[in-house]
Every structure is written in C-alpha cells, then in structure tokens.
C-alpha cells in the first residue's frame, strides 16, 4: 500500500464530466488498496474569471481581497470532486488551504507555504477516506486567506505530498509528461520518459508552465518522487500502465553518456526590456538602478552593461511584461536624474527563448550551435544569459515560434530524428 498525492489541474477539473472521471481514477487507485489525497485547481478559466471581476471593481485590486475572491474557485471544486466520490460510494472530505491547515507567509498572491498541519489528513486517511484538498491557497499567521502565485496548485500538491512522506505526487494535466518543448508550439515535441530535477528546474523557470517553479523546488528540497502524467486517458487505463506513464522527475543523470546535449527549450513569452541610456560608468550605478526596481518588488531577470565610452555606458534589464510601465515609471521619476543618466528607453514586446541540458556541461560549442541557427533564421539576439546547463537569448517576440522550432530540429529534438 502507498500514500500517493494526486494533483489535477484546471483542464483537468474543467466540466462536471471530467471531475466523475477523475472521481472514477482516483477510486482505482484506492481500490487497488492505496491512500489517496488530491490536490485540485479551479476548472479552466475560472481563476482568470474571478481576478477579472476583481479589476473590473478595482483596476489595482487589494491584494488581501484579491486572494478572499480568487481562492474560491478550487473550493468549488474540492466540494464537486468529494460530491462525485461520495455519488460512486467512495467516502471523501473535502477541505480548503486553511481547514487543512497549510500555513504560509503574508505575502499576498504569492505567499509561499511554510508548513502544514497534516495530521488531519491522517485520520482521515486512516478511516479510509479519500481526502480532498483546494490547491493554490493556505492560510497566513493572522488568519488571511493568501494565494501561491498562477500555477500554485502544483506546489500544494508536492507541499503535501512532503509533508505527509508520500511515496509519489502525481501531476495529472492536460499533455501527457514533461516534452522536449512546449507541444501546443512544436507538434514534434517528443515526450520525456525521464527528466533530471536540475533540467525541470531550469524549464520551469525559464517558462515552461507545465510545473511551477516552486514545486519543482519543493521536489528537490524534500525528495518528493514527482510524476507528470495524463489525465485525458480513459480513466480505467490499467493501474500498472498509469504508475508508470508519464515522465518521471529524476535526481540521477542516468544514462548521460546516452542524452541528448539539450534535453528541452523552455520559452516566456512576457518579458520586457529597459534600457538606461547613458549612465556614468562608476561605482553605485547598477546598485541605485535595480534597487530602485527591487524595492517596488518587480523582480528582474536578465542584466546586460555595456562597456563604458568616454566615461558611459548602457545598462539593459529585463522584468515581466506586467511591472513593465512601472518599472519605466520608477526610473524616470525617481532614478534618471538622480544618477545622470541621458535616457530610458524600453520595448515592452521582447520574449526569452533557452536551451536546457545538463549534457551541456560536457560538451562544447553549445551555444555557437543556437547562435548560427538563430542567424541562418535572421533573429536578432538582444540579450544573452548563460549557465552551466542553460543559454537564454532575448529576441523580438515576433520571432518567437520560429525560434523555438529552428532551435528544436538543430539540437535533434524533433521526434522524427
Ligand atoms: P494544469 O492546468 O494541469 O496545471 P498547465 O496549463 O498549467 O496545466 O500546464 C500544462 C501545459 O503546459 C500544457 O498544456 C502545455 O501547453 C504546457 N507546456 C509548456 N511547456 C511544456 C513542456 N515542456 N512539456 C509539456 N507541456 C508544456
Ligand atoms: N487556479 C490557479 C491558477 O489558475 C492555480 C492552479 O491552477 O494551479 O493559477
Ligand atoms: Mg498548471
């Protein structure tokens, strides 16, 4: 017997006909003698709902109302998906982020879990119930409601599944495992059978949504066996086939010698570039400019400072699309004069394209690969970042989707190679 931690996402939840078949899978599993807790999310398009309805009241919603409404929508279906078991006579609970007791920091929209609570669940599962519980949301040390940021449902799942010890968090989603790249972009993406965590880390935080980075982070930290699997497949596909499915998230680099140099392409569509033009190259000026930005919590990713002409330089910066105004709002009135700097400019319409592979380490002439292949397709590199396992380019967005696919046939990723 097993404890496993099944979590099903938005697409997953998305009509009243698919939660009675993730009600039908979860039955098999438990029929087949293990306990079983579900992490579920809001059905599709619901989250994007209800922050709509927030912005149509206020256009900046207060982040503390913000989470009380959207938290609602996975404490819909918590209740609907312990109906449905209970409608095929299976015993279920359902319970939200706080009943539960999954307690997180105060930081609103993206609070992050600091523990949980988890001996309820225990009892439950030791009376044979299967225990149903709302991702996406905990409970802070005052009593709030507060949310784990898009995509946080994942990170209750593999919060839970840590805290309880469960042998694995299955991820059941709308594709069938992690892909070499997104497959709704590159139709000859191919599945991975197996990805290391360093490689899924790297995915997740360069833009692949498949799993949020903080679940991944989670995984590693804890030593959460984590599987993304299918949930589209008849729901009596046998049990043996499905605990096998998927794509497995592995700490070894099995078979290195036998991986391919870049394992995926992760890409981020929002991104955005500022630019200060013209800043006196001395002392204090990267420090007066990103702690600026910082301080108004806008996180920045990519860094690029030019080398100094008669005593100036250029100094570029990438944020997300959404704190792009403000960021440029941020350095015009409060920075510009401040350090001399001649100009701000931006470009709000930049995306971030990586290549991903921990098989990069032993082999050279990686990037060179990615650099002639976005040269023969005429994209401009704006940008370059680079790790061990990594290299990220900035390019104009509209040159997204052909990067993705040019750089996939180059590194033999597509699934006919
Ligand atoms: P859920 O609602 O189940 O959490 P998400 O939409 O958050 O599902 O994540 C699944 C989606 O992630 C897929 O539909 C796919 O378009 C996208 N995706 C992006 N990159 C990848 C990748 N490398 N492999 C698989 N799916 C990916
Ligand atoms: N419902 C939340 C979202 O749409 C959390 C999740 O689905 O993981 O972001
Ligand atoms: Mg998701």
Known sequence: MALIVQKYGGTSVGSVERIKNVARRVIKW???????????????????????????????????????VAATGEQVT???????????????????????????????????????????????????????????????????????????????GVALAAALGADECQIYTDVDGVYTTDPRVVAEASKLATITFEEMLEMASLGSKVLQIR????????????????????????????????????????????RAV?????????????????????????????????GANIEVDMIVQNQSVAGYTDFSFTVGRGDYARALDILKTGVQSHIGAKDIIGDPKACKVSIVGVG???????????????SEEGINIQMISTSEIKVSVLIDEKYLELAVRALHKAFDLDAAA
């Open 78 to 156: 918590i209740g609907l998906l312990a109906m449905a078991l209970k409608a095929l006579g299976r015993d279920a609970r359902s319970y939200t982020g706080a009943q539960v007791g999954v307690h997180t920091d105060s930081a609103h929209t993206k609070a992050r879990i600091e523990s949980i609570d988890e001996q309820r669940i225990r009892d439950d599962l030791a009376q044979g119930r299967v225990v149903v519980v709302a991702g996406f949301q905990g409970i802070d040390a005052q009593g709030n409601i507060t949310t784990l940021g898009r995509g946080g449902s994942d990170t209750s």
């Open 360 to 374: 990069m380490r032993s082999h050279a002439g990686v990037a060179s690969t990615m650099f002639r292949t976005l």
């Open 262 to 294: 870049v394992s995926g392409i992760a890409f981020a569509r929002d991104e955005a570039k500022i630019t200060v033009v013209g800043v006196p190259d001395r002392p204090g000026i990267a420090y007066q400019i990103l702690s600026a930005v910082g």
């Open 30 to 68: 438990a029929d087949a003698g293990h306990q079983v807790v579900v992490v579920v999310s809001a059905m599709s398009g619901e989250t994007n709902r209800l922050i709509a309805l927030a912005r149509e009241i206020q256009p900046e919603p207060d982040p503390r109302e913000l989470d009380v």
């Open 215 to 258: 679940s991944v982070e989670f995984a590693g930290k804890y030593r959460v066996r984590l599987r993304v699997l299918s949930s589209l497949t008849p729901w009596d596909v046998p049990l043996e086939q499905e605990m096998r499915s998927g794509t497995l998230i592995t700490f070894e680099e099995d078979q290195q010698m036998e």
